[in-house]
């Protein structure tokens, strides 16, 4: 196409954008004082803006269509060509192990904190990706998990006195009951309900914890969870934040080790198997709510675990932070990644969290640009930033 | 002796329509066995009916691999894949982001039984039980003569290799009876050929019972102990290649427009 | 039982049901023609609200008399809401349509729109709720009973009546509709005789956003405040009695929703208040597991 016909094109579309959204980007309404403020400016702006995006868009469509007409194979993004070559990636990864053991010593206890949040998310983002990853199901009440592990801790340390190591592996428990119990009559539905319905159990859950007052102290909240002691001392503020760190990186260790493990094993095969085709699957001898449900309940079972470590870290919790939203974002944390990779999934949580936190000018736009992030990588790149080359297994003759 | 599947009265019905009305068909021990039928006679739904993924509206489905009969109605497919009944797919339905070896392991899975802690901690049983399934997962490629594509994505593969890979994989899960719904659709005379062969050394060494659909009829005459035909899912004729030949209802029925099928 | 108590809570039911009804339609036809659950579905409706607000108010303060302000406000914010569920399909939906992308990668796009349309109304206006002036007229029609079915909610139930016998009369004996039909049985088939299936999937998106956006200003007008949050409940809610209904199913998105609006507006009523969006969870939960194919929509064998 000519030119001036792009041009033309993204004219249109920029007056388009400039008229859809007038009303709520232009006017706003003072009903109170009964004053209507014009932000003619925005209009501008948002005319400006479309006319570029709009050509880049145009521009990115084309370029995706063109790839998509090349052979699939030997095309490796420039991330793939560092993670499957050792050389690089060994000393990257040892690197970046270093990096994360002195970061406490380095940086304020503040950054440490932020860190810690953002180390929970790759967690959260990578037990997900069992369940979305790997198996394939699309759960979007993931946060709801999440939740059960922090109130076990929060609950069981106020009733019982239960300490954080014990609650670490019981929050984590008591998730992938919650899991297998949900999941057990849902998992037999297709796609897109058993989103919508485990979306409808995180809400469930959520609102229970909102409501049931003597059982959750409702939204107040449950204050003053004890971090966890060192040996049975109790440490100074910084001291149990740094303690706290090292416990987060150790777990995310053992979850990208299980992980890894699971991938390439008779459970993680199957669960492949069984996103790519569920008829052929059963037909190879695979009981398909069996294997799905196996999924469920792990991923459930780490979001729990994540939730004692989140609870022990804010020493403070109450059903706000458990909305379907955190479940979207920790969706969007693998997504943007890409789906299934594990180094994906950590950059994309890392990326994702850390960001908005350092660029404090961006932080009101967070959501909103969450809700653009999923809506252009599904669009422009389903696979993620660094699509997933599985790991085959190679034959070696014996 | 009794037949190793024997079915009996078996209607299957959507909404009005009856896919399959009453039929009966048994096989036995050793056979090859084939049905054939025109297009849209009911073939592959009674492949669905017996493997569990439809439930028959009525009739019975037993199995006798050994001396004990059972009723397979009912049971969910991977429940039926694990008595001994494994199938390939007249669309091929290969696990597309797999190689050719995975796919066959995947075959192993009903036969091997490694879960979520076996795979995490990773101890002798587990790492003994992957040896296994990869040894016997390459041992049959070579039987079917895929070995040189072991480590190809399964889509990759040229199109008669990828049927073949189908019956691979049935193959893996250790069956008694072996359903292959049309396996020399979209092959050339010369894969034809070695296809026969392959079914044939697969009766002969691996002692397993063979029940095809197919419409090449060179080949499912030269192949066939028993041939059964239907046609609008009732059963028309049984019998051997050379009395099916001379049945009148069968060459009014189907072989009249051979020339459409072939 | 206190019969006035359960009258009011009948036509309080009704006023729900009709205003879900309104909302559900959209879902039930985008599902009917493209299989996908539009996630921004509730947000169409909550940005009609915010338009008919809007303008409403801005002509208002102009002077214009009441009866005016109220047809432009409702027009705009037809015409926005369905100039958003325009744009929104050829942004969210029709590239992934176009490169035959698995319907879990179209329902992330749409959670994804919904975040964005949301924050985006958030960014602009306000996080506040805003009061919304009473754009229905007061009236009497059968005193002394007013305050058990309101003349608001009478119009709210008109209003829903005429729109469904016009979406009906739509999709039953126009071109367009039997278009429709045709592409919700087979995509391939329907573009093979001719029809274009992308006309059709926009026409439907701007049909079933319009009818959203009608929901919206009649219940932001009943009820008299408006929030960025609006659409998700009441999205969430809507497809639940699509899915009810059974999803597809026109009339059914209609039976669906004032089951809804009864069960919930009887449980509120006698039993708790604090759990009615619990309620609606477990109803949609329960709905999913027990009849996925609802009241009236077909159960699908899959071919193999």
Redesign the interface.
């Given at each position: 196409m000519t030119a001036t016909g792009e041009i033309k094109k993204s004219v249109l579309v920029s007056l388009w954008f400039m008229f859809l959204t007038f009303p709520i980007m232009v006017i706003r309404v003072n009903t109170v004082q009964d004053v209507v403020e014009w932000r003619w400016l925005n209009m501008a702006y948002i005319g400006i803006g479309t006319f570029f995006i709009s050509m880049l868009w145009r521009y990115m469509i084309r370029r995706k269509e063109r790839e998509g007409k090349k052979e699939k194979t030997d095309n490796l993004s420039f991330a793939q060509k560092i993670i499957l070559d050792k050389k690089i990636f060994i000393p990257l990864v040892a690197l970046t192990g270093l990096f994360i053991i002195v970061f406490p010593h380095m940086f304020s206890m503040y950054q440490t904190n932020i860190m810690i949040s953002a180390l929970i998310y790759v967690m959260l983002g990578l037990g997900l990706n069992i369940v979305i990853g790997l198996a394939g199901l699309l759960d979007l009440g993931y946060v709801a998990f999440f939740a059960v592990g922090a109130y076990s801790y929060a609950l069981l340390n106020l009733h019982y006195g239960l300490v954080f190591w014990l609650a670490l592996p019981l929050g984590g428990f008591l998730a992938l009951i919650f899991g297998v119990i949900l999941g057990y009559p849902v998992l037999r539905l297709r796609g897109d309900y058993l989103a919508i319905v485990t979306l409808g159990f995180g809400e469930i859950i959520r609102l229970v914890l909102e409501n049931w007052n003597e059982f959750s102290f409702g939204p107040s909240g449950i204050p003053n969870i004890p971090k966890p002691p060192l040996f049975g001392v109790d440490l100074s503020l910084s001291g149990s934040i740094i303690y706290l760190y090292y416990i987060i990186v150790g777990l995310v260790i053992f979850t990208i080790f299980v992980i890894n493990r699971l991938e390439n094993s008779r459970i993680g095969r199957a669960w492949i198997a069984l996103k790519d085709d569920e008829i052929a699957c059963q037909a190879m001898g695979i009981d398909k709510a069996r294997t799905k449900l196996r999924a469920f309940g792990l991923g459930a079972m780490w979001a729990g675990m994540a939730g004692v470590i989140f609870a022990a870290k804010t020493t403070f919790i109450n059903p706000a932070s458990f909305t379907i939203w955190e479940s979207v974002i920790i969706l969007c944390t693998v997504v943007l990644g890409g789906m299934g990779s594990i180094t994906g999934v950590i950059s994309g949580a890392l990326l994702l969290i850390l960001l908005p936190e350092y660029l404090r000018a961006f932080s009101e736009f967070r959501m909103i640009i969450f809700g653009a992030v999923l809506v252009l990588m599904m669009v422009f790149r389903p696979g993620g930033i660094i699509n997933n080359v599985r790991k085959t297994y190679k034959f070696q003759k014996t | 002796m009794k037949p190793i599947l024997e079915v009996k009265n078996m209607t299957m019905a959507f909404g009005g329509l009856k896919a399959i009305d009453s039929l009966d068909i048994s096989i036995h021990q050793g056979e090859i066995a084939a049905l054939i039928g025109p297009n849209g006679a009911g073939k592959t739904t009674f492949f669905n009916c017996i493997t569990g993924i439809y439930k028959p509206t009525s009739g019975d489905i037993f199995i006798c691999p050994h001396e004990k009969q059972e009723r397979l109605n009912g049971l969910k497919p991977n429940i039926v894949t694990k008595k001994g009944l494994a199938r390939t797919f007249q669309n091929i339905r290969l696990f597309s982001s797999m190689t050719v070896l995975e796919n066959v392991m995947i075959g192993c899975h009903s036969i091997t039984k490694a879960g979520v802690l076996g795979a995490i901690f990773k101890n002798a049983a587990t790492k003994a039980e992957e040896n296994f399934i990869v040894e016997k997962a390459y041992s049959i490629l070579e039987k079917i003569g895929i070995e040189m594509y072991v480590d190809e994505l399964a889509t990759n593969l040229p199109y008669g290799a990828q049927r073949r890979l189908e019956i691979a994989r049935a193959m893996a899960t250790d069956p008694f009876l072996l359903l292959l719904d049309e396996p020399a659709a979209g092959m050339n005379p010369m894969e034809t050929k070695s296809l026969d062969d392959l079914i044939i050394k697969l009766r002969d060494e691996e002692n397993v019972s063979i029940l095809l659909i197919e419409h090449d009829m060179k080949l499912v005459m030269s192949l066939s102990d028993n041939i059964h035909v239907v046609d609008y899912g009732k059963k028309i004729a049984e019998g051997t290649p050379e009395q099916i030949k001379s049945n009148p209802d069968v060459i009014k029925a189907y072989l009249g427009d051979e020339s459409e099928d072939a | 039982m206190d019969f006035d108590y359960f009258s009011y809570l009948f036509f309080g039911g009704l006023t729900r049901g009709s205003i879900y009804a309104l909302i559900a339609l959209g879902y039930t036809m985008v599902y009917g023609i493209i299989?996908?659950?539009n996630f921004a579905h509730g947000e169409i409706y909550m940005?009609g609200a915010?338009?008919g607000?809007?303008?409403a108010?801005?002509l208002t303060?102009m002077g214009l008399p009441s009866l005016a302000v109220i047809i432009i406000a409702a027009a705009?914010a037809i015409i926005?809401a369905s100039?958003?569920g325009f744009?929104i399909e050829k942004?969210?939906y029709k590239?992934?349509r176009d490169?035959n992308?698995p319907?879990?990668?179209?329902?992330?796009?749409a959670?994804?729109?919904?975040?964005?349309?949301?924050?985006?109304?958030?960014?602009?206006?306000?996080s506040d709720f805003?009061?919304f002036p009473s754009l229905i007229p007061d009236f009497e029609f059968w005193e002394p009973y007013s305050h058990i079915w309101t003349s608001a909610e009478l119009v709210i139930f008109i209003t829903t009546v005429i729109v469904m016998i016009l979406l009906t009369f739509l999709i039953k004996f126009t071109k367009i509709g039997k278009a429709m039909r045709a592409t919700s049985q087979d995509k391939t088939m329907a573009s093979l005789l001719g029809i274009n299936v992308n006309r059709v999937i926009t026409f439907t998106f701007v049909v079933g956003s319009a009818t959203a956006a009608i929901g919206g200003i009649l219940i932001a007008s009943h009820i008299g405040q408006i929030n960025f949050y609006m659409g998700?409940i009441a999205g969430?809610k809507a497809?639940v009695a699509a899915v009810l209904g059974g999803i597809g199913s026109i009339p059914g998105a209609v039976i669906g929703a004032l089951i809804l609006g009864w069960t919930e507006s009887f449980f509120t009523g006698y039993i708790s208040s604090?759990?009615e969006?619990?309620f609606a969870?477990?109803f949609?939960?329960g709905i999913?597991?027990l009849r996925?194919s609802g009241i009236l929509g077909k159960s699908e064998?899959?071919k193999?």
């Open positions: - | - | 299989q996908l659950i940005i915010f338009t607000l809007i303008i108010s801005v303060m705009a926005y100039a958003y744009t942004i969210a590239p992934l490169a992308a319907r879990l990668s179209a329902l992330i796009s959670i994804g729109m919904s975040l964005f349309l949301q924050n985006y109304v958030l960014l602009a206006q306000t805003l009061p998700f969430i497809f604090d759990y969006d619990v969870f477990l949609l939960v999913l597991i996925p064998t899959q193999v």
